[in-house]
Structures are given as C-alpha cells and as structure tokens.
C-alpha cells in the first residue's frame, strides 16, 4: 500500500509540475514582448532563476547534512540532462532556431565555468573560498545580460512605447509567474520525495540515484518549461532557459552548496572523469552546433539522446 501511494505522490507532482511549467512561460512570453526585454534574456535570468530553484534546496540541503555526492551528482547530472535530454528532445520535437548573436556568449561562458569548476575540482576538494569565487562568476554573468539589454535599449523603449499596459493584464501574468513557479517548485519537490523512496524501493545505489532519479526530477523544471516554449515558437525562452540553468547550477547552486558545507565539496573519481567529461561533450556539441549551424536539429537532438542513453547504461 505504501508504495502505491509513493507512486500516485510522484504522478500527482508530475501533473502539478506540467500545469506550473504552462503558467510559467505563458507569463514570461508576456513579459518579453511588453517590457521589449530579449527573450533569450528573460530564458536565461528570470526563468531559469525559477526554475533552478529545485536544484539549488536538494544540492545545498545535501551538502549541509555531509552528503556531497547527492549535491554533486544532483548538479552535474541536472547539467548532463538538461543539454542531452531536455534540449535532444525538444529538438526532436522542433528544430531549434539560434540567434547567435545572443547565443555565443552565453554558451561559451558556459562552458568556460564547466571548466573552471573541474580546475577547482581537480584536488577532489571544492573549498570555501573556491565556492565564493563560483558565486561571484554568477555576478558576472548578470553583468553581462544587463549590458547586452544595455545594447538593445533604443529597440526596447520603442516597443515599450508601442505596448498597452493594463492593470488586469499585469496583475493576472505576475498571478500566473509566481502561480507557475510555485507549482513547479513543490511538483518537483513531490517528485524527489517519492523519486528517492522509489529508488529505496528498488535498492538503487545513492550516487546513480543523485545523478538520474534526482538529477532529472529537478530538471523537470527545465523540461516542462523548454517544451512548453518550443511548442509555443519561442524557442530563445527555451535555449536562454538550458543555458541560464547550467550557469546557476555551476555558480549559484554548487558555490552556496560549498559555503553551506562544513569541510567543503568533496570530489569522487566518477565525477572527475566520467560525469564531468560527459557534461563539457555535450556542452560543446550544443554550443558549436548553435553556433556554426545556427540551430539544433534533429540530428543533433537524436545524438544527444543517443549520449543520455548510453551515459544511463554506463551508470547502471
């Protein structure tokens, strides 16, 4: 009986996860288009802000109890699933069209933090002061969305003076962000809760639990939202979204599980040099595919896929 129970839980957070997903993005669409912010901007801060949060409570809870494994494994399977899973699928789905000019920066400061988090790795420590330096890379990161608006500005003030604001129209989008968020954040919570207890279940081991059970419940967020805004033709929503999340996730969600840990993050062998390889691979297929192709295709997208199934078994 309990373990039916365990699996209507892990269904009901999936539904609930689903519905905050369309709420979500439905409301950051409305946001980019009235406010003239880029939508590649709004995927990469305010969406994949939310959407991050699920990776952010398991990694630093994890690492406040001792158990850097699980905040490892959480991240940088989070990171492997959003490109490999959640960007092969919804390039299945669609072909993915690129802006590049927006894209290249971003994704090429992606995969210069993958690497500067393996360098402080290497030791199979991430101290202290290593994590405070990954959460200043996410200052820098801002930065530079700001000043890419910064850039924009003559074509924003031009649609903010084209746009009609209503109170209604306002009040409901900003009742449907925080709605859709808050509906993401307690599905994928219900879903790591009883994903866990599934996996007890089922005796899997807690580090291949951290990085495929955990790894993609948290990234439902991203999943949910990437669907729902390629489905919708805001493909940038999807891309600003994968790419925001895997720079919170090396930044803000692995530097604070560091500085809430009592002896710092320590490193296992597996994720030095299976899962981190793993990640930077997919990292670059996506990143010059959208940059020299100018969009991820099919053909990218079942590559991605291919790699997800394969590092699975690797695990199993």
């Known amino acids: 009986m309990d373990t039916v129970i365990v699996f209507v839980i892990f269904f009901i957070g999936l539904l609930t996860i689903v519905k905050g997903g369309d709420l979500f993005v439905d409301a950051a669409i409305w946001m980019a288009k009235k406010t003239g912010i880029p939508s590649m901007v709004i995927g990469a801060t305010i969406v994949s802000i939310a959407t991050t949060l699920p990776e952010f409570f ?29 960007i ?16 290249n920066v971003k994704g ?13 790795a290497r030791n199979g420590i991430v101290t202290f002061k290593e994590g405070f330096i990954l959460l ?62 599934i996996a007890r279940i089922f005796k899997i081991p807690q580090q291949v639990v951290s990085l495929t ?19 919708k ?13 895997n720079i919170l996730n090396l930044t803000i969600v692995l530097g604070s599980s560091a500085l809430v840990s009592d002896n710092g993050l320590f490193i296992s062998d597996q994720t030095l040099y299976l899962d981190i390889p793993i990640a930077l691979l997919v990292m670059t297929i996506f990143v010059f595919s959208g940059a020299i192709k100018k969009e991820i295709d099919r053909k990218s997208g ?8 394969v590092y699975l078994i690797i695990l199993f």
């Not at 699980?70 to 959640?86: K, P, T």
């Not at 090429?108 to 402080?120: K, N």
């Not at 033709?233 to 999340?245: C, L, P, Q, R, T």
């Open 136 to 197: 200043a890379l996410f200052l820098f990161f801002i930065i530079i969305n700001i000043l890419e608006f910064k850039v924009r500005g003559e074509n924003t003030e031009k649609i903010k003076k084209e746009s009609v604001h209503s109170k209604k129209d306002i009040i409901l989008n900003i009742v449907k962000f925080i709605l859709g968020a808050w509906f993401i954040v307690i599905g994928a919570h219900m879903l790591v809760d009883s994903g866990v207890k």
């Open 233 to 245: 033709d805001e493909e940038n929503i999807s891309v600003g979204n994968i790419i925001g999340a």
């Open 88 to 103: 092969g699928l919804c390039s299945c789905i669609k072909p993915i069209k690129i802006k590049k000019g927006l894209f």
């Open 108 to 120: 090429f400061m992606m995969i210069g933090y993958l690497i500067i988090f393996y360098i402080f």
């Open 302 to 309: 079942l590559l991605f896929l291919t790699i997800y199934i």
């Open 213 to 231: 059970l955990l790894a993609v419940g948290t990234s439902l967020p991203e999943l949910v939202t990437s669907v729902a805004a390629v489905i």
């Open 58 to 86: 398991v990694s630093t809870v994890a690492s406040n109890e001792g158990h850097s494994d699980i905040a490892i494994g959480n991240v940088i399977g989070s990171i492997i699933c959003n490109i490999a899973f959640v």
